[in-house]
């Protein structure tokens, strides 16, 4: 039997794919006769990528766009294209040394150069600060003991979702007016807590006061968005007090502008934290550690990014984003038509038109600029600063125009008062 060429380099078809990649040019009318029901007969692989260029392509929100601000997830570098490329070719396992002779020294690399920098001295990859979130919160309880989960009401949904599967206790602490952990509210005793202090809440980028770090049986510092900030000089202060915690956690595909899934889980202690979270199993030629089996080479991509940049570049490119965010900032600060929530400092910009409904105002801004959130009950619009490239100044514009021109959207809807 000749081998089956699905399974071999195909560098016409890897070309085309390759060609199709900037989709804003790929034309044709969005199509809806995806089989309803697992096709008996494939198309093949080529009429495959013209079929779905149109759509994964063709329909696709771009991060990269001048306008995109609206969520966590930043535009990627091409570097990690042509890597992850290579990493599909290989579908190397770290599960399994045999598999992925490099790829594990790859990851292992990443974290010893990333771990020091919040003062921990090893970890691994997750695929999201969820999964890393409750690794951290796993090693806390068989280390410690801990008999619950301590975080504040803006902490992130995965903090109660790792204490419900771990079979924690969740305590919620109460939030200053920045949304950061107000400590009046911590309970005396944390003596068999786990306390999770965030580093860039999710919807307005507050930092917890990082100097409770210490306090509990266990502290994890949740830092999936604004841990980056410790990558630059000019920031590092917004995160001084991390290096006391007993673990953090990081996403890499926010602010490390990595393609998804990429994340660390980084431990003060990682031998220790190591010992409990680590099984063997009768298949396995080194003990698997973490939450995960199967585990990809999403490593090879950060050494990629970490190799093509070095720290200095990493750091130019968040100060970017950081000096976007305070223009943008600036700017509705001092518009009357507009009200900013306090800034957390962490590039998320929350705001809402003061004599416009909230929801229309959305509505009317391109699709991508600002997502919604809401705080106690009410509205507003969120911009985050994950897009180097964000052309700031016509966003400004844009906003304002809305202002001026938004008349026809209402007003006194809801009460701002
Ligand atoms: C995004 C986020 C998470 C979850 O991270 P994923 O990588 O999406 O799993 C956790 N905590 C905070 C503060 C976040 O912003």
């Known amino acids: 039997m000749p081998p089956d060429p699905s399974f071999e380099l ?53 991060l990269d766009a001048s306008h995109a601000m609206a969520h966590m997830d930043p535009p990627t570098p091409w570097i990690t294209w042509a890597v992850a490329l290579w990493n599909a070719r290989l579908n190397q396992n770290l599960l399994h040394p045999a598999t992925a002779p490099f790829a594990r020294e790859a990851e292992e690399r990443v974290v010893a150069w ?42 992130h949904l995965s903090i109660r979702k790792a204490a419900r599967i771990l079979g924690l ?36 980028g507050a930092v917890d006061p990082l100097d409770c770090c210490g306090r509990a049986a266990w502290t994890h510092v949740d830092a999936a968005w604004a841990g980056p900030l410790v990558l630059s000089a000019r920031y590092r202060d917004r995160l001084s007090g991390i290096e006391q915690a007993d673990s953090v956690a990081l996403s890499a595909h926010k602010w ?10 980084m431990f ?7 010992s409990a979270i680590s099984f063997g199993g009768a298949y396995l030629a080194a003990p698997n550690i973490g939450v995960q089996g199967s585990h990809g080479a999403a490593g090879v991509l950060l050494l990629a990014t970490l190799l093509a940049w070095g720290r200095e570049g990493l750091a130019a490119r968040i100060e970017r984003c950081m000096d976007n965010a305070r223009r943008l900032a600036d700017f509705i600060a001092a518009h009357p038509g507009l009200e900013l929530f306090p800034d957390g400092g962490t590039g998320v910009v929350v705001f809402r038109p003061t004599s416009h409904p909230v929801e229309a105002f959305h509505a009317a801004l391109p699709q991508g600029l600002a997502s919604s959130a809401t705080i106690d009950g009410h509205p507003w619009l969120r911009c985050v600063s994950a897009n180097p490239n964000a052309d700031i100044d016509k966003n400004i514009e844009t906003i304002e125009a809305l202002v001026l021109h938004a008349s026809g959207l209402g007003s006194g809807v809801e009460s701002l008062a």
């Open 10 to 62: 195909n560098f016409e078809g890897l070309r085309r794919a390759v060609d199709l990649l900037d989709g804003r040019a790929v034309s044709g009318s969005p199509q809806h006769d995806l089989p309803a029901s697992l096709p008996d007969t494939g198309l093949g692989e080529a009429a495959v990528l013209e079929r779905l260029a149109v759509d994964v392509l063709g329909r696709a929100a771009y």
């Open 268 to 274: 003060r202690n990682s031998e220790a934290a190591n």
């Open 256 to 265: 490390l502008f990595q393609p998804k899934e990429s994340a660390l889980v």
């Open 114 to 155: 990333l771990a020091p920098v919040f003062g921990m001295n090893g970890g691994h990859m997750t695929p999201g600060s969820s999964v890393a979130n409750l690794t951290a919160l796993w090693a806390a309880r068989d280390l410690r003991g801990v008999k619950k989960v301590v975080a504040s009401s803006a902490s």
């Open 169 to 204: 206790a969740f305590v919620e602490v109460g939030v200053d007016q920045g949304h950061g952990l107000d400590r009046a509210t911590l309970p005396v005793d944390l003596s068999d807590a786990c306390l999770v202090l965030t580093a860039g809440t999710t919807t307005v």
